[in-house]
């Protein structure tokens, strides 16, 4: 009876982790896996629930790590954190009333907003504070 209590755990354990992808179960069902063999074996019950602690435990602290580089190698990386802090030049008035105002960062013409409300002139000189979608939220310097 314990041996299929341990399966169910694995298959449960195993819908969890299809569903959220984000490698937190997958430790715990192969820690099941273990304590329903042992279960299988005729093993008492403090060492399956030893088994699967102890299992589940290890593979996550000695595989995760790595699991979690190969999966970062597929994720795009955009840099739009060091945009933050950055000087940018105003190319059209910033008006947050009128919702218009670009900025030119880098070469690129970007929609921009003042952080506090204020208009800003054609080229005075503003540090990216924020990035709101595909607007800069600025501050005059």
Partial sequence: MLTIFWL??????????????????IWFSLGAVAAAIAAGLGAPLWVQILLFTVVSVVIMILVRPFALKVMDRNRTKTNIDE?????????????????????RFRGVEWMARSVDGSTVAAGDVVTVEEVSGVKLLVKKL
């Fill in 83 to 103: 945009v933050i802090g950055q000087q940018a030049e105003v190319i059209e008035p910033i008006d947050n009333q009128k919702e218009q105002g670009k900025v």
């Fill in 8 to 25: 169910i755990l694995v298959a449960v354990m195993l819908v969890v982790e299809i569903f959220t992808m984000g490698l937190t179960t």
